[in-house]
């Protein structure tokens, strides 16, 4: 029994509805929430242990064997996910402890952190199509509370443009599924896979996946980005983090489940396009990256230029380059936490997200100051860091595919990407001193703890990328090999 | 001007039990007919509702003190633990079981732990719906 695969994605729904009976008691809240993040990391690291031993699992709800009913189903990949996610989340928590304020703990915050989480997690693990757009709205109605929460007015603005886009994109993403379901008859997605494989993958099809790749490139903010910058510079920062890690990973991850797993026949059509709208997203995130003076905009923008990137990683689809974009994946899930968190603390400890106000900070808070430095040297892909060993597997994919013009985007990017944070470092953190010692807000340690936390994360996964070796090798292996997914879930 | 509603009222009094008994059957036919916890739910919800629009919300909130936030908590925790439930039986996560047992009143009756998830689903609906209704009318 594979009862424990459903936990990541169960904990935090019970946890989160319990949380609302505890109301005003915040402190409770906090510890049982962040318990809850810790516990699913411990789980997910035991479950991806387990399929490099028994291969990948697989749940029945209720005992209905596939196709029949609804399934989970743990892969590396997924696993993966599951557990970047808890960690990110654990420490975004911590952040929040400190700053996030009263008013929003009493308004249930940590119960809709947890419903955020319950359905990230409940995404990566599902194992069939109509359950992943379930999954997929969990996740959407947490964030609608949590990018409105605090009733500020640029968040009402914010939250009904990210409303109005998401519930379209969601009924995209339903049509595409009723014609998927018209066409070949099932959801089960190891079932669908091999249908399409069996019918070939003929013009209809390819066209309900261009739909499919609409509606995640609205979700992932592929080339659709427009809506992007805005929403995720409106809440708090722990909120934001939050987002900028969480959020636009889910539509990659289905895109990458969706076009490896379904729909990988025809990768002159689809394939082709995505690479087309990868290096349009790198070129469009690059500009916006250098042309905004608000630090929010900067950051928002570099969460565009990763998607981007990763993209590239499925458009060329060489093992290598998949490796590498599961590598980037878990890297941007951290180090855009990470660089969201160091920009909302700039923003509380200045008053201002304009970069031309800000100077001379390092002399202030000297840790900050090294700190927004590492996680620059990370994005740029410097070498003991994290970002490295992912662009050079996509780079090394991308060569060897022949897929050059992707190659010089995605490096190209990289440039603009260290380019804009060091704008950034150089403006703010450099020059001459304006903060008098009198003047100068204190950093609270509450704030400064999970930066330093990520901070060792993205070193950590810089240098022990060799110990992850065997698990991402393994996700890339189920990617491109549908057939070891088919056979865990429709032949055991 | 005070709007005189007392036909209104007088028939609301008795609608409202025909209403509920209507819930409940609802809610009870949906083993095996349609019906169920959501529409049950949704039944029992519109009784509320009518309540709150024909007479004050004051004093239907003092006959029924319910923080209808908590009641929509507490049916989303009752549908989540009968899942939850199956893992202690080891059986997969939202298995579900019945039985037939005879009772002294009903005499031989079917009960499921099916019918816990969908009381579950039919407070949640309840709280939900009576909480929009709610703050709905504070805008205003």
Redo the contacts between chains.
Sequence with gaps: ?N?II?LPM?IP??IG??L??LGPYTKAQRWISLGVMVANAGISIYILNRIQTEGILR?????WTPPFGILFVADSFSMILVLTTSIVTSVCLIYSFFSIGKAHETMFFYSFVNFLVAGVNGSFLTGDLFNLYVCFEIMLLASYVLIALGGRKVQLKESIKYVAINVLSSWFFLVAIAYLYGTVGTLNMAHLSERIAEAGQTPLLTVISILFLTVFGLKSGLLLYFWLPGSYSAPPTAVAALFGALLTKVGIYAMFRVFTLLFYHETSITHTIIGVLAGLTLIGGSIGALAYKDIRQIVSYNVVIAVGFILVGLAVATPEAIEGSIYYLMHDMIVKALLFLLAGTMIYLTGTANIDYMSGLIRNYPLLGWMFFIVMMSLAGIPPLSGFIGKVLVGQGAADAGSYILLALAFISSIFVLYSLLRVFLSCFWGETIISVEDEVPLKKGMLVPCVLLTLVTIGLGLGAESLAPYVSDAANTLLNPDVYIDAVLND | MKINNVILQAVTKIVVFIILTLAVYLFLSGHNNPGGGFIGGLVLATAFVLLFIVFDIETIQKALPFDFKKVAALGAFLAVATGFGSLLFDAPFLSQSFGYFDLPFFGKTELATVTIFEAGVALAVVGVVVTIILSISEDV
Excluded: A, E, Q
């Design positions: 029994m009862n459903v169960v729904v019970l509805i319990i609302i009976f749940l029945d709800f209720g005992g």
